[in-house]
């Protein structure tokens, strides 16, 4: 045991000793919290600071945080590392950057599976209860505490907008990478794998000429002073973050805190999933007042895109089967937990 994990032992165990109550307790846990979305960010706002205050809340305190948002001390495409590390006790592990890692649990960012954050968010937080997802999360030594996930991507052009199949063709768009890449791919415009801090920068110089993104995802990083359409009744996937920590140090709190951290995740989750389905709309609007043409594909054309969106699972399959790991029971099991089986 490090002595990481014994001061979680002896610190928890203070806090919920059987017969104490935590308003008795005479230590406290601090746990670091580390995250690479800005302060106004969704991730930060709806998800990540609602959930320590829950935590905290229910423990009268008596668990706290280092609080490190915003990219301070590990930018987003490092967090997996920095909990790995230690430097990291909690963190949002974006899964569509851990591919490496975490693959089978992109088929979470697949587009084609779910219409709406809930439903994506109650579909991916079951799955991850048990079965292959959850294993890939243990045999990495961590726990899933709280799934964060966008409605279905959007469409977003710095130029002319891209309102048929046909107007992908030739395009560079940026991609989050994982199972955007194929979507990309199969829709005929070549992916460009930029993480999301770097984006606006990317797209100023013209390195790609849109990307693929949530609405919620355009106002904190400022690109909606470049970009001139959006679609919104495209389903190009999303991109799925989940709050994770070491199993190891979990393991080495009390069952009481342990159930705390995660029936907070359990409520803020669908918390966030409720804001981000509610904020699509009044994002549209707000867009509209400033220019920027957001509209919908025509059916015909929709129905083209989703034809060549179909593919992206069977690639992804494929892809992965090549590697020698269970892709097909993964997409078998997620869809599963989507339809409520």
Known sequence: MTKKQMVLVISSATIFATGMGVSQAQESVTLSMVHGSPES????????????????????DQVSFDYYPGGQISKTPELLRAIHSGIADIAPVPIGYVSDELPLNGVSMLPGLGSSAMEIVTGYSSALKEGILKEEF?????????????????????GEKIDSAADFEGKVLRSAGGAMNLAVSELGASPAEIPIGDTYIALERGTADGTISAFASIKPFSLHELMKSMSSNGAFGTFTNVLSMSLD????????????????????????ASYLDAEVEELSQEFTELGIDVYEFSPDELDKIND?????????????DSRGLAAAQGLEEYNSALNGQ
């Open 249 to 272: 140090d979990l393991n080495a709190m009390s069952s009481d805190l342990q159930e705390t951290l995660i029936s907070c995740g359990s409520r803020t989750e669908e918390a966030m």
């Open 138 to 158: 243990t045999s990495s030594n961590l726990m899933p505490l709280m799934v964060m996930a966008y409605p279905p991507y959007q469409i977003v052009s710095m």
């Open 41 to 60: 960010h969704v991730i930060t706002k709806q998800g990540v600071e609602p959930w320590m205050a829950c935590v905290s809340e229910e423990t009268d």
């Open 308 to 320: 060549k969106l179909a593919k992206v699972q069977e690639d992804w399959v494929q892809r992965l």
